[in-house]
């Protein structure tokens, strides 16, 4: 494995929501038989072509750094939580369609991770609302997962499917709504599938930027002290 680049990306979202089942699901293409709770943080790798077919085609190993606990946690409990925010290439945030409160608590799982439990200035304003801008500013990439579709009634699913919409808009991510038990919902082909490629070439290409701008940052930095000398 040591061959091959790897890039790190983060799965937040409630307890209960279905984090371990979904990296199992995307790691194994298998169904998670008796999930449990995550204690700290649990580790699982993915393969990806990145740009496949085409002449820039490259695989990469994906870690999926399942992180457990929630945002209510104690300010102990987030600190050590922190760690796992280092050198962050991506986050899939996941949360349960059944239940509207794991949803609204992406925005505050959000924050955390991307400010180390220190709000931002600009992604919130005085009277709590989130400020859609400063998340289409963010350079690191954000994928929308919601689970339990199969358990939303017929009938509701056009209310549940409005809201997701809007946690889309709201985090400039694209929405995969799926359930975990079938890996059919992310068969070969699938749109589910087209995205979820999309967004680990998204977080690829945020990596080879990054590189590219460190790169010119020391050439600029390197030829001001051969000019100062």
């Keep these: 494995m040591a061959s091959l680049d790897r890039v790190k990306v983060l799965v937040l979202g409630d307890s209960g929501v279905g984090k371990s089942s979904l990296v199992h699901l995307l790691c194994q293409n298998q169904v998670l038989g008796n999930p449990s709770w995550t204690v700290g943080c649990s580790v699982d790798v993915r393969v990806h072509d990145y740009r496949e077919g085409t002449p820039e085609e ?10 457990g606990g929630s945002v209510g946690s104690a300010s102990s409990v987030k600190s050590t939580r922190a760690v796992f925010y280092n050198f962050v290439n991506g ?29 931002p200035t600009g992604i919130i304003v005085s009277n709590g609302d989130y400020d859609r801008e400063q998340f289409a500013e963010n350079s690191v990439p954000l994928l929308l997962i919601g689970t339990k579709f199969d358990q939303i009634p017929e009938n509701k699913r056009n209310d549940v499917l409005t809201r997701t919409a809007f946690l889309s808009e709201d985090f400039n991510a694209e929405e995969i709504n799926l359930d975990c038990t079938n890996p059919r919902y992310l068969a070969a082909g699938s749109s589910n599938a087209v995205k979820l490629s999309r967004f680990f070439d998204k977080v690829e290409t945020s990596v080879k930027l990054k590189c590219m701008q460190s790169f010119t940052d020391r050439r600029r930095f390197n030829f001001k002290s051969l000019h100062n000398d």
Excluded: C
């Excluded at 490259?58 to 992180?67: F, H, M, P, Q, S």
């Excluded at 945030?93 to 709000?119: C, F, G, I, M, R």
């Design 58 to 67: 490259k695989t990469y190993y994906i870690e999926l750094w399942d992180v």
């Design 91 to 119: 986050i899939i945030l996941v949360h349960d369609l059944t239940n509207k409160k794991s949803s609204q608590n992406l925005y505050p799982w959000s924050l955390e991770a991307l400010s180390k439990d220190s709000s």
